[in-house]
T-cell receptor, first 112, second 111 residues
């Protein structure tokens, strides 16, 4: 069963606009959530994270929102830049093992 | 560069051969994780170490796979009698707290 789901395989936005990437999870034991960015033939690069005790975390152009009752998180990128074009993965973990369960990824294309 | 490093970056082998990959984590990180990623999917957990102890193995890790972290520093992942289905990107990550930092990966192609 897919415990972490990213239902949008791709997203295209115009430079300067907001990008919103979504992620849903099913396991209520998850207590830490992360977003990674990945370019082809490279490892995932950590972007931003959020603990389950918070509902928002912001770092520069990136903001992650967590809605625990809906088991949903989202990543907002504003303003979007062409260099943001990549595959974005959300991941969830529980603090016991720390192992990450990843979604399938969303390919973001930011058009100049 | 003090990030996670992996060696080799690419490996092409024939079916039935054994391969070994190495991961050097960030030096102060006590946890080390191995993941596998196939095309169009997110990384999937294989196993993890806390210091030198291997604490969990996924059911994805068949008995042909073995991982070690002998001194709690670098780790090796060995695949014996490789099969074409083993072709994937093998990723290593390390952490001290909750956030894992990934290496560049080893891309394996089994012919």
């Amino acid at each position: 069963d897919q415990q972490v789901k990213q239902n949008s395989p791709s997203l295209s936005v115009q430079e300067g606009r907001i990008s919103i990437l979504n992620c849903d999870y099913t396991n209520s034991m998850f207590d830490y959530f992360l977003w990674y960015k990945k370019y082809p033939a490279e490892g995932p690069t950590f972007l931003i994270s959020i603990s389950s005790i918070k509902d928002k975390n912001e770092d520069g152009r990136f903001t992650v929102f967590l809605n625990k009752s809906a088991k949903h998180l989202s990543l907002h990128i504003v303003p979007s830049q062409p260099g943001d074009s990549a595959v974005y993965f959300c991941a969830a973990s529980d603090s016991n093992t720390g192992k990450l369960i990843f979604g399938q990824g969303t390919t973001l294309q930011v058009k100049p | 560069d003090t990030g996670v490093s992996q060696d080799p970056r690419h490996k092409i082998t024939k079916r039935g051969q054994n391969v070994t990959f190495r991961c050097d984590p960030i030096s102060e990180h006590n946890r080390l994780y191995w993941y596998r990623q196939t095309l169009g999917q997110g990384p999937e957990f294989l196993t993890y170490f806390q210091n030198e102890a291997q604490l969990e193995k996924s059911r994805l890790l068949s008995d042909r796979f073995s991982a070690e972290r002998p001194k709690g520093s670098f780790s090796t992942l060995e695949i014996q009698r490789t099969e074409q289905g083993d072709s994937a990107m093998y990723l290593c990550a390390s952490s001290f707290m909750e956030t894992q930092y990934f290496g560049p990966g080893t891309r394996l192609l089994v012919l």
